[in-house]
T-cell receptor, first 111, second 114 residues
Framework: QKEVEQDPGPLSVPEGAIVSLNCTYS??????FMWYRQYSRKGPELLMY????GNKEDGRFTAQVDKSSKYISLFIRDSQPSDSATYLC???????????FGAGTRLAVHP | SQTIHQWPATLVQPVGSPLSLECTVE??????LYWYRQAAGRGLQLLFY??????ISSEVPQNLSASRPQDRQFILSSKKLLLSDSGFYLC?????????????FGPGTRLTVL
């Protein structure tokens, strides 16, 4: 079983839709949760960083962590064509230098 | 602010040729440094990471090696490239000594081995 599972998509939505991207994980020791956005042929860009359970909002983006279910989500409101990219979740444990990445979900927002 | 550079941006090399990819970080001291490979349509595979000059940890056995000759310089090398070495190579850094720190990525090098 992989440490982190993420549906690779692709996910295709119309402009203005609410997008939900998700990852599940198996190790309850994970405490730090990140979402990266990667445009084609570019390096990943950090979007959201959260510690432990709860929600964090930044503009149109909301990151949600449910440690009891080992489930993390990224919501994008009012999606735009410029949101078309691959979204990677990443997790870390206390005292560790290495991130564990999901495989990434490819999102396409069409006008 | 911190900046991370990688070069070259793209590279096409014949099988059996050597490789040297360079990564430098500006605006921070003693960062943790990482090399990843991303195959087409695949996730990120951690190749090497370093917590200081001359300190390299290898994650997977392979045809590649890494070195850190200076605090903010990280080099990925190979003596003889294989077809399977093709991919998108990403360098990343994180703040040392802070548990759970996020990583920041460079623009990447796209390597094609023919």
């Amino acid at each position: 079983q992989k440490e982190v599972e993420q549906d690779p998509g692709p996910l295709s939505v119309p402009e203005g839709a609410i997008v939900s991207l998700n990852c599940t994980y198996s190790n309850s020791a994970f405490q730090y949760f990140m979402w990266y956005r990667q445009y084609s042929r570019k390096g990943p860009e950090l979007l959201m960083y959260t510690y432990s359970s709860g929600n964090k909002e930044d503009g149109r983006f909301t990151a949600q962590v449910d440690k009891s279910s080992k489930y993390i989500s990224l919501f994008i409101r009012d999606s735009q064509p410029s949101d078309s990219a691959t979204y990677l979740c990443a997790l870390n444990r206390k005292g560790y230098n290495k991130l564990i990445f999901g495989a990434g979900t490819r999102l396409a927002v069409h006008p | 602010s911190q900046t991370i550079h990688q070069w070259p941006a793209t590279l096409v090399q014949p099988v059996g040729s050597p490789l040297s990819l360079e990564c430098t970080v500006e605006g921070t001291s003693n960062p943790n440094l990482y090399w990843y490979r991303q195959a087409a349509g695949r996730g990120l595979q951690l190749l090497f990471y370093s917590v200081g000059i001359g300190q390299i940890s290898s994650e997977v056995p392979q045809n590649l090696s890494a070195s850190r000759p200076q605090d903010r310089q990280f080099i990925l090398s190979s003596k003889k490239l294989l077809l399977s070495d093709s991919g998108f190579y990403l360098c990343a850094w994180s703040v040392a000594g802070i548990t759970g720190s996020e990583q920041f990525f460079g623009p990447g090098t796209r390597l094609t081995v023919l």
